[in-house]
């Protein structure tokens, strides 16, 4: 059973409004809207582009708060959960995309991992742009809205250069604002970690059981994770199990037992008991609290 499968998900097929089969382009305010059930905690099949021009409020991802102010923007991708409660009027620019969008167009399938703000964490997934960009990204969402309009041959490669354009922009204004970069071997070192946790977190709990995959030693890999994550690999994996948990929590359709039973705890009580010690809540007021 699928942990994907436990709360609403959100395809674009599902989403009529200014689409392709591969992707979704629309001023915000007029997918808001339209949409107005996706306010609620859901999950998407496909990247999800935000930029926002005007408004506040807040906006949920992964559990994590982010105050919405204009020139903000947001990068997600398959998989997490979040949710907006929006003040005011609100307006900028939505692109959905699906993960095999650039597929046909890039040597590298793993391309857009190597950005920053798609890592799947959601502090770095939120950047206000800086005065001098805010100008620049404005007028490249309206070529992106407007070549989605047109009726030939290459709009979807434009779109595909627009977009990319935009990542390279926003990449390197966030690079220039991070610590000195981490070692090259050792930044695909953590990065192949963080990708295998995310594939087996629910059947593989040991740091060891990872380092065996990446050909180094389990002290090897916690060194690494603490100077460079500020955690422990054991943190990491602990991590992404109580994140799901809490995905999982959010949808009332599904039992304590169910979710203790898919993210492959040996009972309830034991998961209970995981959940409390590094949440400090149970499950049940977790999702009570949720609501």
Known sequence: MSPTNHIPVVDICNLTDFRDDDILISRFAEYLSAHHNLRKAHRHTFYHLLLFTK????????????????????????????????????????????????????????YLESFSFFNGIAEDSVINLPEELQAKAANIFEEIVSYSTQNNTFRWDTVRVLLLQLFLEIEKHTHTNKLPSIPSFNYTLLKNFQKLVDKHYISLKRPMDYAEQLYITPNHLNALCKEHLGITAGEVIRNRVLLEAKRMLVNQNLSISEISYTLNFSDNSYFTKFFKKYEHITPEEFRKKSL
Do not use: C
């Open 55 to 110: 408004g506040g409020g807040n906006h949920t991802i992964d559990f994590s708060s982010f105050s919405v102010k204009p020139y903000q923007i947001y990068f997600m991708v398959p998989g997490q959960v979040h949710s907006w409660d929006f003040e005011g009027e609100v307006d900028g620019y939505v692109v959905n995309f699906s993960a095999s969008f650039f597929q046909s167009f890039l040597l590298r399938p793993d």
